[in-house]
């Protein structure tokens, strides 16, 4: 299936849930688990999402809906005018070359009993049919383009260190030339010193192959140093899209700016000087979300909100809705323009 569409990347009220643990036939248990809750966004070619939230919110789960690794309930994902949501595996596979994961652990992700070469000449023979001396010709320049010794690939992954291990995941995810990358945390089980070298390394390889990210962190640091757009999640839908810039300066959602006042800040005296109240309470499941706001637990503006618009935040639901050209919010503080 076919649509005109100017982004590489249109992903539509999209919904992953997953039966409740020991659910069947004889199970008496209730509770969906509503992973992705209607989600809806767009990544453009050559441009850098950054998605972040909580541990738990969906962010991994809504990567793999795209890439077609869990099926989604309802809704649809479209890559460069083909609905993947609608596609047989056969017609999948066709696909699969053009959208890559990078995972958060290499590690674990990378078949030990194989060395780096043959880790990253896989997918050259499965996509590419590549053999001989052209096989290892690409395998040699791909190791040097992720800026590692082709003399490495005689190591298993237990014989490379962390960041090495991460190049090499990244060089598998290259073979296949993909046009989007899902990267899965891919910074968060590295040192910092090493995390900055992925990250330059992530932004190298954008400038010259014009690949497009969605570039999954909790890290907010990291999120600003490669992102074009950010999207916000919380317990499994987006509660706040801006670029960059304006949602790290001017972050509207209690949410966001939640987690913005709880990146640390080298001098105290200057942490949350805007004011910005801070969360409460856990993350409520998600086989029982609120009825409401989905934040209306945890929200510091709730009594506003209530108070000053009569609105009530325990039983109606905020629309993401454009405040700001190019800047979207879900809560009832914010009128659309």
């Known amino acids: 299936m076919n649509r005109r569409g100017t982004a590489l990347l249109e992903v539509s009220d999209l919904k992953v849930q997953f039966a409740p643990r020991g ?27 950054g998605l972040v939230g909580e541990s738990g919110c969906g962010k991994s789960t809504l990567g793999r809906a795209i890439l077609g690794l869990v099926g989604a309930a309802s809704g649809s994902v479209w890559f460069d005018g083909h609905e993947i949501t609608a596609m047989s595996n056969r017609e999948m596979r066709r696909i699969r070359p053009r959208i890559q994961l990078v995972f958060q652990d290499a590690g674990a992700a990378l078949n030990p009993r194989w060395c780096a070469r043959d880790l990253v000449a896989e997918p050259f023979k499965i996509h590419l049919s590549l053999e001989g001396a ?59 010193s090493i995390q900055a070298q992925i990250v330059n390394l992530l932004q190298d390889l954008q400038d010259q192959l014009g690949l497009s990210y969605l570039f999954i962190a909790h890290d907010l640091g990291v999120v600003r140093q490669i992102s074009d757009r950010v999207a916000v999640m919380y317990l499994g839908k987006i509660v706040e899209t801006a670029s960059r810039d304006r949602i790290f300066k001017e972050g509207r959602h209690p949410y966001t700016q939640a987690l913005l006042s709880a990146v640390p800040v080298a001098d105290p005296e ?68």
């Open 23 to 49: 659910s069947g036939l004889w199970s008496d248990k209730k509770g969906v688990v509503r992973a992705v809750d209607g989600v809806s966004l767009t990544l453009q070619r050559g441009e850098t999402l």
């Open 134 to 192: 052209v096989l290892q010709q690409r395998v040699d320049a791909i190791f040097e383009t992720v800026g590692l010794d082709p003399a490495l690939g005689k190591r298993f992954p237990r014989e490379l260190s962390g960041g090495q291990r991460q190049r090499v995941g990244i060089a598998r995810a290259l073979a296949s030339e993909p046009d989007l990358l899902v990267c899965d945390e891919p910074t968060s089980a590295l040192d910092l």
């Open 270 to 337: 200057h942490a949350n000087t805007r004011g910005w109240k801070a969360m409460t309470g856990e993350v409520p499941s998600p086989s029982s979300p609120p009825l409401g706001c989905n934040f209306c637990t945890r929200c510091g503006s709730k009594a506003e909100v209530e108070n000053r618009l009569n609105i009530d935040c325990d039983m109606i639901e905020p629309e993401l809705i454009s405040v700001e050209e190019l800047h979207e919010v879900s809560c009832h503080l914010f009128p659309a323009n």
